[in-house]
């Protein structure tokens, strides 16, 4: 009884240490490599109109990823309708996005006052003032 409890207990030991060298050799490996050996990228979360995407890579040898954002490439408004800003009045340009479908409306600031230097631009006379 004791042999074969020894015996199993030895064969045990040699199997755990046999699978603790492979393991070894396996992250030596890994640790190894010098370069990195890159898969093809996979699209994690693909961008739209307004929110950036995530792309992911993994090396071939040691798992080691790589991740690179998708920019969001904005939206692509076709026939967008404009009203131009007055000296005190906001204008706009909306339009419809040829992608996602969404109307979009941009502010145009109003332009505020130009005014001169104050010169003369009128001479005045006896029926109206000058400018």
């Given at each position: 009884?004791?042999?074969?409890?020894?015996?199993?207990?030895?064969?045990?030991?040699?199997a755990v240490c046999g699978a603790f060298v492979i393991s070894a050799c396996n992250e030596d490996e890994k640790q190894a490599h010098t370069q990195h050996i890159w898969g093809e990228w996979q699209v994690v979360t693909p961008s739209d109109c307004e929110t950036d995407g995530l792309k992911r890579?993994?090396?071939?040898?040691?798992?080691?990823?790589?991740?690179?954002?998708?920019?969001?490439?904005?939206h692509k408004i076709t026939n967008p309708q404009t009203v131009q800003p007055t000296c005190t009045e906001?204008?706009?340009?909306?339009?419809?996005?040829?992608?996602?479908?969404?109307?979009v409306t941009q502010n145009i600031p109003a332009l505020g006052h130009d005014w001169d230097d104050g010169e003369m631009t009128q001479i005045p006379t006896c029926v109206r003032g000058g400018g």
């Amino acid at each position: 009884m004791r042999r074969k409890l020894f015996a199993v207990l030895l064969l045990l030991l040699f199997a755990v240490c046999g699978a603790f060298v492979i393991s070894a050799c396996n992250e030596d490996e890994k640790q190894a490599h010098t370069q990195h050996i890159w898969g093809e990228w996979q699209v994690v979360t693909p961008s739209d109109c307004e929110t950036d995407g995530l792309k992911r890579r993994s090396c071939e040898v040691c798992n080691q990823t790589e991740d690179e954002v998708i920019p969001a490439e904005g939206h692509k408004i076709t026939n967008p309708q404009t009203v131009q800003p007055t000296c005190t009045e906001d204008g706009y340009s909306s339009g419809k996005c040829s992608v996602c479908g969404e109307t979009v409306t941009q502010n145009i600031p109003a332009l505020g006052h130009d005014w001169d230097d104050g010169e003369m631009t009128q001479i005045p006379t006896c029926v109206r003032g000058g400018g």
